[in-house]
Nanobody
Framework: QVQLVESGGGLVQAGESLKLSCIASGSFFSLWTMGWYRQAPGKQRELVAS???????DYADSVKGRFTISRDNVKKTVYLQMNSLKPEDTAIYYC?????????WGQGTQVTVSS
């Protein structure tokens, strides 16, 4: 069974930074694409960033240049470094693992950015 556990969310002021972590259980972590998504109140869940098993990263336009996704395959952990945070980054952030057979989600971690 795959479980994803996020941590690192919190309340910060605009311009500050946070680093989210997502620890995965299960096998073959290094093979799967990992992603960070977010959902703000009243809005649909959206992709923030993703990284393939080989380390190729992709970002939403709204976070390019501010956020960095990375992974440690030994620790089975994916990170999201968020710099220059803006109030519009406020959301619940979810970790996702995509495999050919299924997808798995974490429980989410709240990020709140005050102006």
């Amino acid at each position: 069974q795959v479980q994803l556990v996020e941590s690192g969310g919190g309340l910060v002021q605009a311009g500050e930074s946070l680093k989210l972590s997502c620890i995965a259980s299960g096998s073959f972590f290094s093979l799967w694409t990992m992603g960070w998504y977010r959902q703000a109140p009243g809005k649909q869940r959206e992709l923030v960033a993703s990284v393939t098993g080989g380390g190729n990263a992709d970002y939403a336009d709204s976070v390019k240049g501010r956020f960095t996704i990375s992974r440690d395959n030994v620790k089975k952990t994916v990170y999201l470094q968020m710099n220059s945070l803006k109030p519009e980054d406020t959301a619940i952030y979810y970790c996702r693992m995509g495999t050919p057979a299924s997808e798995y989600w974490g429980q989410g971690t709240q990020v709140t950015v005050s102006s």
